[in-house]
């Protein structure tokens, strides 16, 4: 598996875009199983069923207003925020159906991210937190209350993508923009169930949470550790014929 770690980016369009490049050219057997992990800039990611919400375009409004970069990403669920303290992953691999291995999938990396958060202390659980936001069945959380990690997945024929988050720090930040965005899609959520990883463990930096991931999603086998690789120039080439998809425009004024 290659690992791709990147400390900038080209901002949080063109992030999206990436994660499609990804899973797009895995599927045609261009690339091998791939981690890509970075830091974004402030970004709200909507799910495509937010997208036909009748707030949907308030909700890109306040996610603005916040600061925040609206965008529609390919894995599924409701919108997520997220800022230069969260580790966003694009885990894409191989899979022959659309269908085979999906729940084995999420069960397996939040298993396995569990089991890291634990290493570093963490008092980290797999499964839903009460009154969470992007509600999911597979989200990792700490003491059974508040939500650290949340995946989704899209699949195509050939591969499979695994978006995700930990979200380290600046959880009152991150509730504040949420607040706004699920009112305007009108969706219920408990803000106290949005955690951050330093709230949890302190002393802990967001170095320890990014080799974590890297641990439960790559981890070293016989070979050794995994390759770290760079963002090919064809795959940069892709995702920015693929940006305009995963733009929110703004909306116009009457």
């Known amino acids: 598996m290659d690992v791709v770690l ?4 080209g ?3 063109l992030d999206a875009a990436i994660a499609h490049a990804l899973l797009l050219r895995a599927a045609r057997g261009e690339l091998p199983a791939t981690l890509r992990l970075y830091r974004p800039a402030p970004t709200v990611a909507f799910g495509r069923l937010d997208a036909l919400r009748e707030g949907y375009v308030a909700a890109a409004q306040a996610a603005r207003r916040h600061g925040f970069t609206p965008v529609l990403r390919g894995p599924g669920g409701h919108g997520a925020a997220y800022d230069e303290r969260t580790l966003v992953f694009d885990l894409v691999t191989p899979a022959p159906s659309a269908l085979v291995g999906l729940q084995e ?4 990396t939040s298993a396995s991210l569990a089991r890291e958060l634990g290493a570093l202390g963490v008092d980290a659980r797999v499964g839903a937190v009460p009154g969470e936001y992007c509600r ?3 989200s990792v959380g700490a003491r059974g209350q508040v939500k650290l990690i949340g995946t989704a997945q899209r ?7 695994l978006g995700g988050f930990l979200t380290f720090g600046g959880a009152a930040r ?3 923009v949420l607040a ?3 009112a305007a899609l009108e969706l219920d959520w408990d803000p106290r169930s949005l955690g951050a990883l330093e709230d949890e463990l302190p002393g802990a930096t967001i170095d320890d949470a990014e080799r974590a991931v890297i641990a439960a999603l790559a981890p070293a086998d016989e070979a050794g550790a995994p390759a770290l690789a760079g963002l090919d120039d064809t795959t940069r080439a892709l995702a920015a014929e693929l940006e305009p998809r995963h ?5 116009r004024r009457s």
């Open 155 to 161: 699949r195509i024929r050939g591969a499979a993508l």
């Open 11 to 13: 901002g949080p369009t």
């Open 136 to 138: 999911g069945d597979y």
């Open 105 to 108: 999938l999420f069960r397996e």
């Open 174 to 176: 991150l509730r504040a």
């Open 6 to 9: 990147e400390r900038s980016t």
């Open 247 to 251: 733009a929110v425009a703004p909306a």
């Open 180 to 182: 706004d965005v699920y």
